[in-house]
T-cell receptor, first 114, second 111 residues
Framework: GEDVEQSLFLSVREGDSSVINCTYTDSSSTYLYWYKQEPGAGLQLLTYIFSNMDMKQDQRLTVLLNKKDKHLSLRIADTQTGDSAIYFCAESISRGSTLGRLYFGRGTQLTVWP | KAGVTQTPRYLIKTRGQQVTLSCSPISGHRSVSWYQQTPGQGLQFLFEYFSETQRNKGNFPGRFSGRQFSNSRSEMNVSTLELGDSALYLC??????????FGAGTRLSVL
């Protein structure tokens, strides 16, 4: 299957770290992604990780991939109020029937309190 | 490099009408995918085009159709609109690395 699950809500205080978690079911994932969506906007690609990697760091963002448990996480260091948004986890799977398609979780609403 | 451009940004239609949405991909990208986003169903895949050919299709009725032109621009059409078609329609383009970049979306309201 191609189920992607993530918790719906996360609240943190400004300056703390945020960790958003995601699980997926298909072991044939090619890439795993994190997208950010602000109110009324489209999806902004935050970062992605190739399925043969364990970790990727990009400024305040750290992505960890545990292939054995099919678990992906996004850590945002020094979270700011501007980070408040919905964060989507997604995977791509390279099979003929899944070409060009991303499988998305339902999104995690991150709220950052000042 | 310009990003993915979707037009129009907002549309208001009435039931029974038809609508066409446009998507211009990032220069050099040959794949265009379309998604529907609603509060109830989340992000659902509509279809994907590569070099003017539909390679993949989601589970939507035949009222939803699309096409891609030789310059990789894509359009999607929804005929006989229903209230439930009200949604944010998102287009994404990808290049050789298959990383999908999204546009700002078209917000369709069906009255």
């Amino acid at each position: 299957g191609e189920d992607v699950e993530q918790s719906l809500f996360l609240s943190v205080r400004e300056g703390d770290s945020s960790v958003i978690n995601c699980t997926y079911t298909d072991s044939s994932s090619t890439y795993l992604y994190w997208y950010k969506q602000e109110p009324g906007a489209g999806l902004q690609l935050l970062t992605y990780i190739f399925s043969n990697m364990d970790m990727k760091q990009d400024q305040r963002l750290t992505v960890l991939l545990n292939k054995k448990d099919k678990h992906l996480s996004l850590r945002i260091a020094d979270t700011q109020t501007g980070d408040s948004a919905i964060y989507f986890c997604a995977e791509s799977i390279s099979r003929g029937s899944t070409l060009g398609r991303l499988y998305f979780g339902r999104g995690t609403q991150l709220t950052v309190w000042p | 490099k310009a990003g993915v451009t979707q037009t129009p940004r907002y549309l208001i239609k009435t039931r029974g009408q038809q609508v066409t949405l446009s998507c211009s991909p990032i220069s050099g990208h040959r794949s265009v995918s379309w998604y529907q986003q609603t509060p109830g169903q989340g992000l659902q895949f509509l279809f994907e085009y590569f070099s003017e050919t539909q390679r993949n299709k989601g589970n939507f009725p035949g009222r939803f159709s699309g096409r891609q032109f030789s310059n990789s621009r894509s359009e999607m059409n929804v005929s006989t609109l229903e209230l439930g078609d009200s949604a944010l329609y998102l287009c994404a383009s990808s290049g050789v690395k298959d990383i999908q970049y999204f546009g700002a979306g078209t917000r369709l309201s069906v009255l």
